[in-house]
T-cell receptor, first 111, second 115 residues
Framework: DQQVKQNSPSLSVQEGRISILNCDYT??????FLWYKKYPAEGPTFLIS?????DKNEDGRFTVFLNKSAKHLSLHIVPSQPGDSAVYFC??????????FGTGTSLTVIP | DAGITQSPRHKVTETGTPVTLRCHQT?????MYWYRQDPGHGLRLIHY???????DKGEVSDGYSVSRSKTEDFLLTLESATSSQTSVYFC??????????????FGSGTRLTVV
């Protein structure tokens, strides 16, 4: 059973516009979330995180929003750039040092 | 940079043959992980290690074994490869980041094709 879900396998956005990637989770005990970005033929790299004590965390063009009541988080990229084209995974911690990952959303930013 | 190296980067093997993938890290991290990435499934944990000779199963461990005889090396073995094990395999370490964050750092991956 997927504890972390990304229901949109792909997303296309024009350069300069906003990209919004969504993630839903089932366990209300999750208290920390991460987003990873993955380019083809490379390993995923850490992008941004958020603790459940916050509802927003911002890092440059990337902002993650957390809605605990809805068990939903979203990653906003503004403005989107062609170099942002990648697969994005959301993740939440499992027991110990393990993480659950979503199935990923492939973002294409069209020049 | 956590200094994670995976080898080989690409491998084609025949059904029924044993295959070993290697993950090497240079910074003495305690926790190491093997994941596989497949379309529609995202990243799924195969096995993980919490120290030398200390390993445990993840959610998709059937058909895989691991060994960790040294802190720096974590080996993933497919005892008898099957076509369903065609995938991209990632090794990861767990580390703390600045500001109290923590998370994984991944290797570059091994693309394994079983024919």
């Amino acid at each position: 059973d997927q504890q972390v879900k990304q229901n949109s396998p792909s997303l296309s956005v024009q350069e300069g516009r906003i990209s919004i990637l969504n993630c839903d989770y089932t366990n209300s005990m999750f208290d920390y979330f991460l987003w990873y970005k993955k380019y083809p033929a490379e390993g995923p790299t850490f992008l941004i995180s958020i603790s459940s004590i916050k509802d927003k965390n911002e890092d440059g063009r990337f902002t993650v929003f957390l809605n605990k009541s809805a068990k939903h988080l979203s990653l906003h990229i503004v403005p989107s750039q062609p170099g942002d084209s990648a697969v994005y995974f959301c993740a939440a911690p499992h027991t110990g040092n393990q993480f659950y990952f979503g199935t990923g959303t492939s973002l294409t930013v069209i020049p | 940079d956590a200094g994670i190296t995976q080898s080989p980067r690409h491998k084609v093997t025949e059904t029924g043959t044993p295959v070993t993938l290697r993950c090497h890290q240079t910074e003495n991290h305690r926790y190491m992980y093997w994941y596989r990435q497949d379309p529609g499934h995202g990243l799924r944990l195969i096995h993980y290690s919490y120290g030398v000779k200390d390993t445990d199963k993840g959610e998709v461990s059937d058909g895989y074994s691991v060994s960790r005889s040294k802190t720096e090396d974590f080996l993933l073995t497919l005892e008898s490869a099957t076509s369903s094990q065609t995938s991209v395999y990632f090794c990861a370490i767990s580390e703390a980041r600045t500001g109290g964050d923590y998370g994984y750092t991944f290797g570059s991956g091994t693309r394994l094709t079983v024919v």
